[in-house]
């Protein structure tokens, strides 16, 4: 029977159940399926229309056809709809190879992020309220639909992994949301260290001191200025920005 489930699905999930739509009450592989139907350019402007994903309350059974409430084994044939299943996402797929889905023992739900986890991060990863529940900060494709890859951050906000590539790829190592440092720069900040050191101040600009704020670990500092970057004396991040200098406001800039 497990073997015979994979068979069925549709293009955008491998699962053995397809939805019954509340709003218009036709049949469909998944919520996809059906938004991408009714809301096209061939469906009349006042006729379109989506699905939320937790409006689906109904499920019918790959197999043997039953309608029934949404639940993870079927209850005409007891059938598995899907090898991962979350009731609070009302999310169902086979493909254990996702990076944000698999079996109950690779995953687990977070409630206040509002969505499903691998256990990598279950103590690891920093909680923002509804964590999914919002656009992609660089494409702004709302997450929690998105069938597309997703990164959760170091500061706990989520991206589209090929919008994060995009942007690593122009450089640009921050969180578009709080500016935090979205990887690991240990290696980038030795290195700015080394440059810093290399490059030493006209005397001029050698007692020159600027208030900066850390992105990293948000303290403020006083610190000597340096035209390549400045140093947080706390984390030793290079992320910061220029708050105050010479006793008048200065233009924000980062070096992330």
Known sequence: MELESEQHGCEHYTRGCRIRAPCCGEVFGCRHCHNEAKNSLEIHLNDRHEIPRHEI????????????????Y?????ACMGKYFCEKCNFFDDDVSKNQTGGVDKFFHCDKCGCC??????????????????????CFE???????????LHCGHTIHLECLNVM?????????????SACDMSDAWK????????????EFYQKKMIWIL??????????????LAQKCPGCSSYNTRETRGCGRPAAARSTV
Do not use: W
């Open 57 to 72: 309350k109904k499920v019918i059974c790959s197999l043997c056809d039953k309608e029934q409430d949404v639940q993870q």
């Open 74 to 78: 079927c209850s005409g044939c007891g």
């Open 117 to 138: 986890y691998s256990n990598v991060l279950r103590d690891s990863h920093h909680c923002v309220e509804g964590a999914m529940h919002h656009n992609c900060p660089v």
């Open 142 to 152: 709302y997450l929690f639909d998105s069938t597309k890859d997703i990164s959760v």
């Open 168 to 180: 690593r790829a122009h450089h640009h190592f921050a969180c578009p949301v709080c500016s935090r």
């Open 191 to 202: 290195k700015l260290d080394e440059e810093v050191a290399a490059t030493p101040m006209p």
């Open 214 to 227: 850390c992105n990293d670990c948000g303290a403020t500092s006083n610190v000597n200025f340096h035209v």
